[in-house]
């Protein structure tokens, strides 16, 4: 198979979170609004890799087939009980270590990250969350995707989809405020399909409530320890189909979809990972999120500091002489658009949504985070073999700051408006 190999980073000229006034129908209660009928998948410039060969099949079909999924129930290879115990005390010791490695962060330290912006808006829509208490367990919501008030309504809301009822195989991020959504998936007789925390205990787990024991509620199957104890865990060589991915996001553009996440690359590198190895069709798969009403980028939003800081952002642009059309940055090739937008009060169809990538980009990929995950560092190794010559790294970057956790009710006023705590101190739970 021949292969190019696209290098250098190339910033696609299309805004993150471009906004352009639209019809008040794209905020009714139910979803109104209808996705433009055809989209560019793939700019012309994205590398695509070979795909592997040498993958076992999974009993999993995707959702034209119809036909009963049959997943392995058990835990391990040589019949071993799960112990809890163990995986909690890992888990927690893994993230210790990943914030060790990470120096604390002043906020003028953020203009070293790879994208300063996004991290002012992310700052700005964390601290208005918490300042009005819309923010939910976990808390301060900083560095995290954020849990919100009308989290599980929203979930619902994306239950009633008919994207949702069609597919089988759904692939759901794994925080909190998804939790109901995945709780969704599995009452409903799909397959979950969920990564490991960061990636980096491992790759994805799926999960269907057919195949634990029956008296194991659905609710204890919704966390990362339930999906450890409960899933079984799935290879970079399986052979699957995701008929539809839900992620989280901290804002969202309900005009061309564009996101932005927590400010790891997650969701991203997942979607890279699966559209490479053929278990994800970036043509054909919807992207849903679940947000706040708040973290829909609007022109009403007065209320929302976040949302005046997009205007100033712009402003900051049309002095320096940055062409309208890219008022507030540019995407890069790997950043992932949303096709549906699901609130607790309405769902939006983005009208101009923004192409979406295939592949993984190695060239924007830093040795930083390549070090940080197995299976990323596995797949290029391999991809390199396939190839017959050795792939780039992308440019240094300094990784965000991690997440840390209070106890349940608590406000984490000491890391809400100053900006979330950095690392170093610990982190008492998931994400």
């Known amino acids: 198979m021949k292969t190019t190999w696209q290098s250098g980073r190339l910033l696609c000229p299309i805004t993150l979170l471009a906004f352009t006034n639209s019809p ?21 410039n994205v590398m695509h890799f070979p795909s592997h060969h040498s993958r076992r099949a999974l009993p999993i079909r995707s959702v034209s087939s119809r036909s ?33 490695e990470m120096k604390s962060q002043a906020e003028e330290e953020y203009a070293k990250l790879r994208t300063p912006w996004k991290w002012r808006i992310r700052k700005a829509v964390w601290d208005f969350m918490e300042e009005k208490d819309i923010a939910q367990f976990p808390r301060p919501v900083h560095h995290r995707i954020p849990n919100f008030l009308g989290a599980d309504e929203a979930a619902k809301n994306l239950a009633n989809l008919p994207e949702f009822q069609n597919a089988n195989l759904i692939k759901v991020n794994p925080d909190t405020p998804q939790r109901k959504v995945r709780h969704f ?41 339930g999906a450890a104890q409960y899933g079984t865990p799935v290879s970079l060589y399986e052979s699957y189909n995701v008929d539809l991915v839900v992620v989280g996001s901290t ?44 973290q829909v980028l609007d022109e009403t939003g007065e209320k929302e500091p976040w949302k005046v800081l997009m205007r100033q952002l712009k402003e900051e642009d049309r002095t320096e ?111």
Not at 30 to 40: E, G, I, N, V
Not at 78 to 98: M, P, Q, T, V
């Open 321 to 431: 002489g940055i062409p309208a059309t890219t008022p507030f940055g540019t995407l890069t090739q790997h950043d992932v658009p949303v096709d549906i937008i699901v609130t607790p009060s309405r769902c939006i169809r983005v009208p101009n949504r923004l192409p979406k990538p295939s592949g993984v980009f190695w060239d924007l990929l830093s040795p930083q985070k390549l070090s940080q995950i197995r299976v990323l560092q596995e797949l290029k190794k391999r991809t390199e073999e396939e190839l017959g010559h050795k792939l780039p790294y992308g440019p240094d970057e300094v990784l965000p700051p991690i997440a840390e956790r209070r106890d349940r009710g608590g406000r984490g006023r000491s890391a809400g408006r100053g900006g979330g705590r950095m690392p170093g101190r610990g982190n008492k739970g998931r994400r």
């Open 251 to 294: 804002a969202v553009c309900p005009n061309t979809g564009a996101r932005v996440g927590k400010g790891e690359g997650f969701a991203e590198l997942e979607w890279g990972i699966l559209t490479q190895q053929g278990n994800l069709d970036a043509n054909k798969v919807l992207v849903v999120t679940t947000v706040h009403d708040c």
């Open 68 to 100: 009963p999924i049959h997943l392995s129930s058990s835990r391990s290879s040589n019949g071993e009980e799960f112990d809890e115990a163990a995986y909690e005390s890992d888990r927690l010791a893994k993230d210790a270590i990943a914030m060790a």
């Open 24 to 44: 008040s129908s794209a905020f009714s209660p139910t979803c109104t609004r209808r996705a433009a009928s055809s989209h560019a998948s793939v700019p012309p």
């Open 185 to 225: 998936v599995l009452e409903s007789g799909k397959t979950l399909l969920t990564p490991q925390p960061r990636l980096r205990t491992g790759f994805f787990s799926t999960l269907s409530k057919n195949e634990v024991p029956p008296d194991v509620p659905i609710e204890a199957l919704t966390t990362s320890k």
